[in-house]
Protein backbone atom coordinates (compact mmCIF):
# COMPACT_ATOMS: atom_id res chain seq x y z
CA UNK A 1 0.00 0.00 0.00
CA UNK A 2 1.02 3.72 -0.71
CA UNK A 3 0.35 6.61 0.56
CA UNK A 4 0.60 10.27 -1.07
CA UNK A 5 2.60 12.69 1.49
CA UNK A 6 3.63 15.49 -1.21
CA UNK A 7 6.05 16.17 -3.53
CA UNK A 8 8.67 17.08 -1.40
CA UNK A 9 7.80 13.15 0.81
CA UNK A 10 8.00 9.80 -0.98
CA UNK A 11 6.66 7.18 0.88
CA UNK A 12 8.44 3.64 0.63
CA UNK A 13 5.86 1.53 -2.52
CA UNK A 14 7.01 -1.71 -0.18
CA UNK A 15 6.27 -0.03 3.11
CA UNK A 16 7.05 -3.35 5.10
CA UNK A 17 10.73 -2.97 4.60
CA UNK A 18 10.95 -3.10 8.63
CA UNK A 19 8.99 -4.39 11.22
CA UNK A 20 5.40 -2.41 11.46
CA UNK A 21 4.50 -1.46 14.95
CA UNK A 22 2.35 -4.06 16.65
CA UNK A 23 -0.93 -3.17 16.50
CA UNK A 24 -1.91 -4.00 19.62
CA UNK A 25 0.40 -1.58 21.52
CA UNK A 26 -0.06 1.46 22.73
CA UNK A 27 1.07 4.73 22.59
CA UNK A 28 1.34 7.39 25.38
CA UNK A 29 0.44 11.19 24.32
CA UNK A 30 0.68 13.94 25.96
CA UNK A 31 -3.02 13.49 26.83
CA UNK A 32 -3.46 10.14 28.07
CA UNK A 33 -3.02 6.45 26.35
CA UNK A 34 -4.42 5.46 23.34
CA UNK A 35 -4.27 2.41 21.21
CA UNK A 36 -2.04 2.75 17.64
CA UNK A 37 -2.64 0.86 14.14
CA UNK A 38 -0.05 -0.44 12.58
CA UNK A 39 2.32 1.91 11.84
CA UNK A 40 6.06 3.31 11.80
CA UNK A 41 7.83 4.99 14.62
CA UNK A 42 10.53 7.96 13.94
CA UNK A 43 12.85 9.82 16.26
CA UNK A 44 13.65 13.64 16.28
CA UNK A 45 16.63 15.11 17.41
CA UNK A 46 15.66 18.76 17.72
CA UNK A 47 17.32 22.55 18.52
CA UNK A 48 15.18 25.74 18.76
CA UNK A 49 15.68 28.74 20.76
CA UNK A 50 13.07 29.09 22.82
CA UNK A 51 12.45 33.00 23.49
CA UNK A 52 9.60 33.34 21.92
CA UNK A 53 7.76 30.23 22.86
CA UNK A 54 5.48 29.00 25.43
CA UNK A 55 7.27 26.12 26.01
CA UNK A 56 7.34 22.54 24.12
CA UNK A 57 3.55 21.62 25.51
CA UNK A 58 0.96 22.20 23.11
CA UNK A 59 -1.24 24.78 22.94
CA UNK A 60 -2.47 26.94 20.52
CA UNK A 61 -2.06 30.75 21.64
CA UNK A 62 0.50 31.97 22.33
CA UNK A 63 2.34 29.30 20.50
CA UNK A 64 4.54 26.39 21.88
CA UNK A 65 7.50 24.32 20.35
CA UNK A 66 5.36 21.45 19.70
CA UNK A 67 2.68 23.15 18.57
CA UNK A 68 5.08 24.63 15.61
CA UNK A 69 6.62 20.99 14.83
CA UNK A 70 3.02 19.77 14.42
CA UNK A 71 1.72 21.79 12.08
CA UNK A 72 5.06 21.04 9.80
CA UNK A 73 4.87 17.83 10.22
CA UNK A 74 1.05 17.71 9.11
CA UNK A 75 1.92 19.46 6.29
CA UNK A 76 5.18 16.94 5.63
CA UNK A 77 3.29 13.93 6.14
CA UNK A 78 -0.67 14.90 5.30
CA UNK A 79 -1.41 13.39 8.65
CA UNK A 80 -3.73 14.37 11.59
CA UNK A 81 -2.35 15.79 14.70
CA UNK A 82 -3.89 12.52 16.08
CA UNK A 83 -2.18 10.00 13.74
CA UNK A 84 1.47 11.51 14.20
CA UNK A 85 0.69 11.26 18.36
CA UNK A 86 3.87 13.56 18.92
CA UNK A 87 5.74 12.96 21.88
CA UNK A 88 8.89 15.24 23.73
CA UNK A 89 11.09 13.78 26.31
CA UNK A 90 11.08 17.14 28.13
CA UNK A 91 8.58 19.52 28.98
CA UNK A 92 10.63 22.44 28.54
CA UNK A 93 8.89 25.64 30.35
CA UNK A 94 8.54 28.95 28.09
CA UNK A 95 11.81 30.51 27.04
CA UNK A 96 13.69 27.87 27.90
CA UNK A 97 16.00 26.57 24.74
CA UNK A 98 17.08 23.14 23.81
CA UNK A 99 20.01 21.96 21.60
CA UNK A 100 19.25 17.87 22.00
CA UNK A 101 15.26 17.65 22.87
CA UNK A 102 14.57 14.53 21.63
CA UNK A 103 10.61 12.96 20.36
CA UNK A 104 9.41 10.59 18.38
CA UNK A 105 6.06 10.45 16.19
CA UNK A 106 4.30 7.69 14.07
CA UNK A 107 3.11 6.83 10.54
CA UNK A 108 1.49 4.26 8.86
CA UNK A 109 3.61 4.27 5.67
CA UNK A 110 7.48 3.86 5.69
CA UNK A 111 10.38 6.17 4.16
CA UNK A 112 12.70 4.98 1.22
CA UNK A 113 15.01 7.87 2.63
CA UNK A 114 14.99 10.20 5.59
CA UNK A 115 16.52 12.71 3.67
CA UNK A 116 13.73 14.50 1.59
CA UNK A 117 11.13 14.27 5.09
CA UNK A 118 13.71 15.88 6.96
CA UNK A 119 14.41 18.51 4.69
CA UNK A 120 10.59 19.24 4.65
CA UNK A 121 10.27 19.77 7.85
CA UNK A 122 13.37 22.36 8.31
CA UNK A 123 11.78 24.02 5.12
CA UNK A 124 8.28 24.47 6.96
CA UNK A 125 9.78 25.48 10.14
CA UNK A 126 10.89 28.87 11.35
CA UNK A 127 14.62 29.47 11.72
CA UNK A 128 14.32 29.00 15.30
CA UNK A 129 13.31 25.70 15.05
CA UNK A 130 15.61 22.86 13.47
CA UNK A 131 15.53 19.13 13.27
CA UNK A 132 19.29 17.76 13.90
CA UNK A 133 18.52 14.32 12.91
CA UNK A 134 15.23 12.04 11.96
CA UNK A 135 15.97 8.26 12.70
CA UNK A 136 13.68 5.64 12.51
CA UNK A 137 12.79 4.29 16.13
CA UNK A 138 12.11 0.51 17.67
CA UNK A 139 8.87 -0.39 18.61
CA UNK A 140 10.65 -0.43 22.46
CA UNK A 141 11.85 2.99 22.36
CA UNK A 142 10.08 6.08 23.83
CA UNK A 143 11.00 9.74 23.92
CA UNK A 144 9.61 10.25 27.22
CA UNK A 145 9.92 7.02 29.41
CA UNK A 146 12.98 5.18 27.69
CA UNK A 147 15.65 8.25 29.26
CA UNK A 148 18.27 7.54 31.20
CA UNK A 149 18.98 10.85 31.71
CA UNK A 150 18.83 14.18 30.72
CA UNK A 151 21.35 17.14 31.08
CA UNK A 152 20.74 21.07 31.12
CA UNK A 153 22.78 23.76 31.64
CA UNK A 154 22.24 27.48 32.88
CA UNK A 155 24.80 30.08 31.54
CA UNK A 156 25.62 33.32 33.65
CA UNK A 157 27.56 36.20 32.57
CA UNK A 158 28.90 37.31 35.52
CA UNK A 159 30.47 41.01 35.02
CA UNK A 160 29.21 44.52 35.26
CA UNK A 161 28.15 45.01 31.48
CA UNK A 162 25.89 42.25 29.69
CA UNK A 163 27.43 40.87 26.56
CA UNK A 164 25.05 41.93 23.74
CA UNK A 165 25.50 38.49 22.26
CA UNK A 166 24.76 36.74 25.19
CA UNK A 167 21.92 38.70 26.57
CA UNK A 168 19.03 35.70 25.01
CA UNK A 169 21.07 32.78 26.49
CA UNK A 170 22.84 34.13 29.46
CA UNK A 171 21.19 35.46 33.10
CA UNK A 172 23.14 38.03 33.88
CA UNK A 173 24.66 38.73 37.46
CA UNK A 174 26.39 42.31 38.25
CA UNK A 175 27.03 40.63 41.70
CA UNK A 176 30.77 39.13 41.57
CA UNK A 177 29.85 35.41 41.89
CA UNK A 178 32.00 33.09 44.46
CA UNK A 179 32.56 30.20 42.09
CA UNK A 180 34.62 28.05 44.25
CA UNK A 181 31.95 28.00 46.84
CA UNK A 182 29.14 27.41 44.06
CA UNK A 183 31.30 24.08 43.33
CA UNK A 184 31.46 23.36 46.81
CA UNK A 185 27.33 24.10 47.02
CA UNK A 186 27.00 21.92 44.48
CA UNK A 187 27.87 19.26 45.46
CA UNK A 188 25.17 18.77 47.87
CA UNK A 189 22.86 18.23 45.39
CA UNK A 190 24.34 14.99 43.53
CA UNK A 191 22.95 11.82 44.40
CA UNK A 192 19.50 10.68 45.28
CA UNK A 193 17.81 13.12 47.26
CA UNK A 194 13.92 14.50 47.51
CA UNK A 195 13.68 17.44 45.59
CA UNK A 196 10.30 18.71 46.62
CA UNK A 197 11.70 21.80 48.21
CA UNK A 198 12.81 22.77 44.78
CA UNK A 199 9.44 21.94 42.77
CA UNK A 200 7.33 24.91 41.78
CA UNK A 201 3.55 22.96 41.95
CA UNK A 202 2.55 22.09 38.44
CA UNK A 203 -1.18 21.19 37.05
CA UNK A 204 0.26 18.92 33.97
CA UNK A 205 2.12 16.18 35.77
CA UNK A 206 -0.08 15.08 38.54
CA UNK A 207 1.49 13.99 41.56
CA UNK A 208 4.81 13.16 40.00
CA UNK A 209 8.32 11.20 42.27
CA UNK A 210 9.51 14.06 44.30
CA UNK A 211 13.02 11.62 44.33
CA UNK A 212 15.63 11.92 41.73
CA UNK A 213 19.19 11.02 40.97
CA UNK A 214 21.99 13.87 40.15
CA UNK A 215 24.82 12.25 38.71
CA UNK A 216 26.80 15.01 38.48
CA UNK A 217 26.35 18.78 38.85
CA UNK A 218 29.42 20.86 37.81
CA UNK A 219 30.42 24.45 37.16
CA UNK A 220 32.46 25.71 34.40
CA UNK A 221 34.15 29.02 33.87
CA UNK A 222 34.60 30.26 30.51
CA UNK A 223 36.02 33.78 31.49
CA UNK A 224 33.04 35.93 32.47
CA UNK A 225 30.63 33.14 31.42
CA UNK A 226 30.15 30.62 34.01
CA UNK A 227 28.24 27.77 32.83
CA UNK A 228 26.71 25.03 35.30
CA UNK A 229 25.76 21.67 33.62
CA UNK A 230 23.59 19.28 35.67
CA UNK A 231 22.99 15.66 34.77
CA UNK A 232 20.11 13.89 36.24
CA UNK A 233 17.55 10.92 35.96
CA UNK A 234 15.05 13.68 35.52
CA UNK A 235 14.07 17.02 37.04
CA UNK A 236 10.73 18.65 38.31
CA UNK A 237 8.95 21.52 37.73
CA UNK A 238 11.32 24.47 37.98
CA UNK A 239 13.69 21.87 39.43
CA UNK A 240 16.76 23.14 37.74
CA UNK A 241 15.94 27.39 37.98
CA UNK A 242 15.62 26.67 42.00
CA UNK A 243 18.96 24.88 42.20
CA UNK A 244 21.25 27.81 40.35
CA UNK A 245 18.96 30.30 41.93
CA UNK A 246 20.06 29.19 45.46
CA UNK A 247 23.85 28.73 44.10
CA UNK A 248 23.75 32.32 43.07
CA UNK A 249 22.83 33.58 46.49
CA UNK A 250 25.97 31.15 47.64
CA UNK A 251 28.31 32.55 45.24
CA UNK A 252 27.30 35.68 46.32
CA UNK A 253 28.50 34.85 49.85
CA UNK A 254 24.73 35.65 51.14
CA UNK A 255 24.60 32.29 52.78
CA UNK A 256 26.63 29.38 53.27
CA UNK A 257 27.08 26.62 51.13
CA UNK A 258 25.44 23.77 53.80
CA UNK A 259 22.40 25.89 53.42
CA UNK A 260 21.43 23.13 50.59
CA UNK A 261 21.84 20.30 52.73
CA UNK A 262 19.64 22.05 54.77
CA UNK A 263 16.79 22.89 52.62
CA UNK A 264 16.61 19.47 50.76
CA UNK A 265 16.46 18.23 54.49
CA UNK A 266 13.46 20.01 54.96
CA UNK A 267 11.57 18.71 51.66
CA UNK A 268 9.38 22.18 51.72
CA UNK A 269 9.21 24.81 49.11
CA UNK A 270 8.84 27.75 51.11
CA UNK A 271 11.62 26.90 53.09
CA UNK A 272 13.75 27.36 49.74
CA UNK A 273 11.79 30.99 49.29
CA UNK A 274 13.51 32.45 52.45
CA UNK A 275 16.72 32.84 50.98
CA UNK A 276 16.54 32.72 47.14
CA UNK A 277 13.51 33.33 44.01
CA UNK A 278 13.82 31.19 40.89
CA UNK A 279 15.99 32.63 38.14
CA UNK A 280 14.99 33.62 34.59
CA UNK A 281 14.28 30.83 32.05
CA UNK A 282 16.74 32.38 29.22
CA UNK A 283 20.05 31.05 30.59
CA UNK A 284 18.59 27.20 30.61
CA UNK A 285 19.11 24.71 27.82
CA UNK A 286 18.11 20.99 27.47
CA UNK A 287 21.89 20.08 26.53
CA UNK A 288 20.69 15.79 25.67
CA UNK A 289 18.76 13.26 26.22
CA UNK A 290 20.52 10.01 27.52
CA UNK A 291 18.59 6.38 26.71
CA UNK A 292 19.54 2.60 26.79
CA UNK A 293 21.66 1.43 24.00
CA UNK A 294 19.15 -1.40 23.17
CA UNK A 295 16.36 1.42 23.23
CA UNK A 296 18.64 2.90 20.12
CA UNK A 297 18.88 -0.05 18.09
CA UNK A 298 17.60 0.52 14.36
CA UNK A 299 14.83 -1.69 13.01
CA UNK A 300 16.22 -4.08 10.79
CA UNK A 301 15.84 -2.94 6.86
CA UNK A 302 15.75 0.11 8.13
CA UNK A 303 16.46 3.79 6.17
CA UNK A 304 19.33 4.99 7.46
CA UNK A 305 19.76 8.25 9.57
CA UNK A 306 19.49 11.91 8.28
CA UNK A 307 21.50 14.37 9.55
CA UNK A 308 20.53 16.79 6.81
CA UNK A 309 21.79 17.04 3.67
CA UNK A 310 24.80 18.78 2.30
CA UNK A 311 24.53 20.82 -1.08
CA UNK A 312 27.35 20.94 -3.30
CA UNK A 313 28.50 22.99 -6.44
CA UNK A 314 29.15 20.65 -9.80
CA UNK A 315 32.50 21.62 -11.21
CA UNK A 316 32.09 23.59 -14.51
CA UNK A 317 33.88 22.67 -17.40
CA UNK A 318 36.14 26.00 -18.55
CA UNK A 319 36.09 25.95 -22.54
CA UNK A 320 39.31 25.46 -24.55
CA UNK A 321 40.77 28.17 -26.07
CA UNK A 322 43.04 27.04 -29.19
Known sequence: MSYAVGALVAPSSSPTSFPLINSTASVEVEHGVKPIEDGYKWRLVLAYEGTRYAGWQYQQSPPTVQCTLEKALTQATKLQR????????SRTD????????????????NYNNLEDIHAALNGLLPSDIRVREISPASAEFHARFSAKSKIYHYKIYNDS??????RHFAYHSVYKLNNAVMKEAAKYFVGKHDFSAFANSSHNDG??????????????EMGALLQLEVE??????????????L??????????????????????????????LSVPPHGLSLVSVKYKESHLLLPPGC????FGKHHTIRKCKLPLFL
Open 82 to 89: KDLSLVGA
Open 94 to 109: AGVHAWGQVAHFFTPF
Open 161 to 166: VMDPFQ
Open 207 to 220: VPDPVKQIFRFDLK
Open 232 to 245: GTGFLYRQVRNMVA
Open 247 to 276: LLQIGREAIPPDIVAHILASRDRKELAKYS
Open 303 to 306: PANS
